[in-house]
């Protein structure tokens, strides 16, 4: 049995973003840096093979190779799975730092938004050797797993695996007694550390409204 490869973030875009793959217009609905998910309205001609895929962000031109691993019609949407094949390292850091950007603006916004949540401060979280542990808020109880996807539950926050008892319980208080607003800051909260601990653990403590 082959190991599990551990996931990195993912930003998912509410409004999606227009690009080109090959011949094709698509729409990126989201993003990291080892691949993309993307909608389009006529099928692939390259379905199952490889792609060039461009695209503007805040900007800056993404540009990169990627393999097409999965592509299927739901509700008469294309929907395609993308992985970046040989993706150049400055490319790699273009989109790290973007995702990073995204989720800051999101983080300070939710934070005006339920300034009474008293948060751990964000460079005291662990890195991410070990995976994660996600923790969610079910009924009567919390249930907490370990997992390789980074991804945030629709209830509760996922950090990293090597945190500690004690952040992670002062997470888990601040989710119980906050508001829709104050659940969705701490989540926030969690997908920057992990963000930031998977390109640079420096930039974590630099995040405007984080206590520190």
Not at 22 to 29: K, N, P
Not at 71 to 87: A, T, Y
Not at 112 to 122: E, G, H, N, Q, T
């Amino acid at each position: 049995m082959q190991p599990r490869t551990r996931r990195v973030q993912r930003i998912h875009f509410p409004q999606p973003l227009t690009g080109r793959l090959g011949r094709t217009d698509v729409d990126i609905v989201d993003l990291s840096v080892l691949g993309a998910r993307v909608e389009h309205r006529v099928p692939l001609a390259t379905a199952g093979g490889h792609a060039h895929i461009d695209f503007v962000w805040d900007g800056q031109s993404i540009a990169a190779d990627c393999r097409i691993v999965r592509s299927r019609v739901e509700k008469n949407v294309h929907r395609s799975g993308l992985e970046f094949d040989g993706l150049p390292r400055p490319m790699r850091d273009t989109i790290r730092q973007l995702i990073e950007i995204h989720l800051r603006r999101a983080f300070d916004e939710q934070r005006r938004a339920a300034l009474d949540v008293v948060l751990p401060p964000l460079d005291g979280l662990a890195g991410l050797d070990n995976g994660y542990v996600c923790v969610t808020f079910e009924g009567p109880g919390w249930l907490r797993k370990r997992t390789h996807d980074p991804g945030q539950p629709h209830e509760g926050f996922t950090v990293s695996a090597d945190e500690t008892d004690s952040q992670i319980e002062l997470l888990r208080e601040a989710y119980e007694r906050s508001d829709q607003a104050g659940r969705k800051l701490i989540q926030l909260f969690a997908q920057l550390s992990i963000a930031g601990a998977e390109g640079n653990p420096d930039l974590l403590g630099r995040v405007v409204g984080v206590a520190q």
